[in-house]
């Protein structure tokens, strides 16, 4: 078992206090956005045996079990907490076989790994899961379009009405596809001008408009604001989670969560960034599916642990809510795994952690805990 030393990425719409605040120290000032906690070698975990990545690649078979076979020499998941103190960019991440055509498209065609337009950094799919530990907010999946042309005509915005005119007259998936792509086509001019008066008017009237008002003022102009109105405000209390699956349009707007994903970096942006937006190739990934946003709440077992399911392999992710003067759990597994304290003080094999201390457990490495608090696990499904 093996401590972690983990890298904290300074995104500039990090928040400045809320990793220090679990983590017990003093805010710098500058945004603390994300830790990461895997071996992807962006920024690898540091123990004492080297970095996360040396420790597997030395011996991937012993490190990770049968997950080597089944998802190659690598750690399949990368895990974070995540502080976000602004909106995030608003995405969707494609599918396995997307990411692999993509990926091999763009190596074909000899786009630098680097260029700014480059879409697929590699050949993996990316679903995510976010669970809250604070309140937190996000955009997540398409709302109804009958529901969303009613709080769009109710802002009074002139400019709008097209859009709520489509909603109203086509099927679900048309609608939604000619909208967004209306969007993202518009005359930049014109599109500032109606996401100014929409702005305002979201924060005139307040109340389920507010949060488009506070991601415009982050992304003043942007059409990402008219975009992230189709969408499903949620927000999360803490333990609940939300799952983003591959074509479903999220953002994550503010809060404290751990996050877990599968080891990718491909992300399609549908607007509120500065980044490169490929709108011919997000519409081919986008699900033009309307729902609600589907928050999981996790599911207790018998042996007090709390999982939160998800449809995919490369992570599993639950918590443990240990009570003072609890007995020991063995949390040993034939899966490689990685244990997260968020809160109070708990003992993971000889190692104490305190809120944001991790520890990294080889395939079937004895792991027994204990103490009063609560244990993230991220693991895998083989």
């Excluded at 993230?376 to 499904?381: D, I, L, N, P, S």
Aim: net charge negative; charged share 20%; aromatic share 6%.
């Amino acid at each position: 078992m093996d401590r972690l030393d983990n890298t904290v990425r300074p995104y500039a719409w990090g928040s400045t206090t809320a990793l220090p605040a679990l983590l017990g120290t003093e805010p710098s000032g500058e945004p603390q956005a994300e830790m990461w906690m895997g071996a992807h070698p962006g920024a690898p975990s540091r123990t004492g045996r080297g970095t996360l990545v040396e420790v597997i690649d030395a011996d991937p078979e012993r490190e990770l079990g049968p997950a080597a076979a089944k998802f190659g020499p690598r750690l399949p998941f990368l895990l974070k907490l995540l502080a976000a103190g602004a909106p995030l960019s608003l995405q969707v991440h494609p599918d396995l076989e997307q990411a692999r055509a993509g990926y091999a498209d763009e190596e074909r065609r000899g786009i630098p790994a680097d260029a700014p337009h480059r879409n697929y950094k590699d050949a993996n799919h990316k679903p995510e899961l976010i669970c809250a530990l604070t309140e937190f907010d996000g955009l997540c999946g398409f709302r109804d379009p009958a529901a969303t042309a009613d709080l769009l005509a109710g802002l009074g915005v002139d400019s709008l009405k097209p859009y709520v005119d489509l909603l109203r007259a086509h099927p679900e998936d048309a609608a939604l596809r000619e909208v967004l792509t209306a969007v993202l086509t518009a005359d930049p001019d014109e599109m500032r001008r109606t996401v100014t008066e929409t702005a305002a008017a979201c924060a005139r009237l307040g109340g389920d408009y507010a949060p488009y008002a506070d991601i415009a003022h982050h992304y003043p102009g942007d059409p990402g604001v008219i975009a992230a109105l189709l969408l499903n405000h949620v927000r999360l209390q803490p333990g609940e989670a939300l799952f983003l699956g591959a074509g479903i349009p999220h953002a994550y707007l503010n809060g404290l969560g751990v996050e877990i994903m599968a080891n990718s970096d491909n992300v399609l942006r549908c607007g509120l960034t500065p980044k490169h937006v490929d709108v011919p190739e997000l519409l081919r990934v986008v699900r033009f599916e309307a729902g609600d946003a589907g928050v999981l709440r996790p599911e207790a077992t018998p042996d007090g642990e709390e999982v939160y399911a998800t449809p995919i392999d490369e992570f599993r992710l639950s918590r443990f809510v240990l009570p003072e003067g609890a007995a020991a759990h063995d949390l040993t597994l034939g899966t490689p795994q990685i244990l997260l304290c968020t809160g109070g003080t708990v003992r993971a094999g000889e190692h104490e952690l305190t809120p944001g201390q991790s520890v990294f457990v080889p395939a079937g490495e004895r792991a027994e805990v204990s103490g009063a608090g609560t244990v993230f696990r991220a693991t895998v499904v083989v």
